[in-house]
Protein backbone atom coordinates (compact mmCIF):
# COMPACT_ATOMS: atom_id res chain seq x y z
CA UNK A 1 0.00 0.00 0.00
CA UNK A 2 2.53 2.65 0.90
CA UNK A 3 5.11 1.95 -1.69
CA UNK A 4 2.24 1.81 -4.81
CA UNK A 5 -1.28 2.54 -4.18
CA UNK A 6 -0.60 5.62 -2.08
CA UNK A 7 1.86 7.10 -4.57
CA UNK A 8 -0.41 6.52 -7.43
CA UNK A 9 -3.40 7.68 -5.50
CA UNK A 10 -1.35 10.87 -4.46
CA UNK A 11 -0.38 11.58 -7.52
CA UNK A 12 -3.56 10.79 -9.21
CA UNK A 13 -5.21 13.04 -6.74
CA UNK A 14 -2.72 16.14 -6.91
CA UNK A 15 -3.36 15.91 -10.98
CA UNK A 16 -7.02 16.29 -10.57
CA UNK A 17 -7.16 19.03 -7.50
CA UNK A 18 -4.60 20.91 -9.50
CA UNK A 19 -6.84 21.09 -12.49
CA UNK A 20 -6.10 17.78 -14.84
CA UNK A 21 -2.41 17.40 -16.85
CA UNK A 22 -1.42 19.88 -18.47
CA UNK A 23 1.15 18.56 -21.02
CA UNK A 24 2.09 14.97 -22.62
CA UNK A 25 3.99 14.24 -19.71
CA UNK A 26 1.64 14.62 -17.35
CA UNK A 27 -1.28 12.91 -18.96
CA UNK A 28 1.28 10.06 -19.05
CA UNK A 29 1.85 10.09 -15.59
CA UNK A 30 -1.64 9.86 -15.00
CA UNK A 31 -2.43 6.58 -17.30
CA UNK A 32 0.82 5.07 -15.43
CA UNK A 33 -0.89 6.04 -11.81
CA UNK A 34 -4.57 5.14 -12.67
CA UNK A 35 -2.87 1.65 -14.34
CA UNK A 36 -0.60 1.38 -10.94
CA UNK A 37 -4.10 1.58 -9.27
CA UNK A 38 -6.08 -1.02 -10.99
CA UNK A 39 -3.88 -3.39 -11.26
CA UNK A 40 -2.84 -3.03 -7.71
CA UNK A 41 -6.55 -4.56 -6.97
CA UNK A 42 -6.49 -7.30 -9.14
CA UNK A 43 -3.29 -8.24 -7.35
CA UNK A 44 -5.21 -7.86 -4.07
CA UNK A 45 -7.44 -9.86 -5.41
CA UNK A 46 -5.39 -12.83 -5.66
CA UNK A 47 -5.88 -15.92 -3.69
CA UNK A 48 -3.25 -15.39 -1.64
CA UNK A 49 -4.54 -12.23 -0.10
CA UNK A 50 -8.40 -12.28 1.67
CA UNK A 51 -10.98 -14.56 1.18
CA UNK A 52 -13.49 -11.92 2.56
CA UNK A 53 -16.57 -10.70 0.54
CA UNK A 54 -15.90 -7.25 1.70
CA UNK A 55 -12.43 -7.13 1.11
CA UNK A 56 -13.08 -8.49 -2.62
CA UNK A 57 -16.16 -5.78 -3.03
CA UNK A 58 -13.80 -3.02 -1.44
CA UNK A 59 -10.80 -3.62 -3.68
CA UNK A 60 -13.23 -4.02 -6.74
CA UNK A 61 -13.81 -0.15 -5.71
CA UNK A 62 -10.46 0.71 -6.56
CA UNK A 63 -10.12 -1.35 -9.36
CA UNK A 64 -12.74 -0.09 -11.22
CA UNK A 65 -11.87 3.01 -10.23
CA UNK A 66 -8.35 2.57 -11.56
CA UNK A 67 -9.77 1.32 -14.30
CA UNK A 68 -11.88 4.74 -15.50
CA UNK A 69 -9.39 6.99 -14.25
CA UNK A 70 -6.54 4.91 -17.18
CA UNK A 71 -9.71 5.52 -19.21
CA UNK A 72 -9.93 8.85 -18.74
CA UNK A 73 -6.47 9.35 -18.80
CA UNK A 74 -6.19 7.78 -22.33
CA UNK A 75 -9.14 10.03 -23.76
CA UNK A 76 -7.45 12.84 -22.31
CA UNK A 77 -10.35 13.35 -20.58
CA UNK A 78 -9.80 15.85 -17.91
CA UNK A 79 -13.61 16.51 -17.05
CA UNK A 80 -13.96 12.23 -17.00
CA UNK A 81 -10.71 12.03 -15.02
CA UNK A 82 -11.88 14.88 -12.17
CA UNK A 83 -14.98 12.27 -11.83
CA UNK A 84 -12.73 9.53 -10.62
CA UNK A 85 -11.93 11.36 -7.53
CA UNK A 86 -14.87 10.75 -5.84
CA UNK A 87 -14.91 7.02 -6.25
CA UNK A 88 -11.11 6.44 -5.80
CA UNK A 89 -11.80 8.32 -2.40
CA UNK A 90 -14.44 5.90 -1.88
CA UNK A 91 -12.57 2.53 -2.20
CA UNK A 92 -9.77 3.87 0.16
CA UNK A 93 -12.02 5.51 2.75
CA UNK A 94 -14.69 2.01 2.43
CA UNK A 95 -11.42 -0.27 3.19
CA UNK A 96 -9.38 1.47 5.57
CA UNK A 97 -12.47 1.61 7.95
CA UNK A 98 -13.01 -1.73 7.77
CA UNK A 99 -9.77 -3.17 7.55
CA UNK A 100 -7.20 -0.35 9.01
CA UNK A 101 -9.09 1.05 11.92
CA UNK A 102 -6.11 2.16 13.80
CA UNK A 103 -4.81 4.11 10.52
CA UNK A 104 -8.03 5.26 9.23
CA UNK A 105 -10.97 6.75 11.87
CA UNK A 106 -14.18 5.43 11.68
CA UNK A 107 -15.93 8.66 10.85
CA UNK A 108 -15.18 11.25 8.20
CA UNK A 109 -13.24 11.08 4.89
CA UNK A 110 -9.75 12.10 3.36
CA UNK A 111 -11.99 15.48 1.69
Known sequence: MLDLIYPASNDLLLTIFRGGPKDE?????ARRSALAL???????????????????????????AGAAA?????????????????????SCTTCHRQFRPN????QGGSK
Request: hydrophobic residues 40%; without cysteine.
Open 25 to 29: GEWAA
Open 38 to 64: AESGNLLLTRSRSPQADWIEDTKLLVD
Open 70 to 90: YKAAQARDTKALADVREPLDR
Open 103 to 106: VFPQ
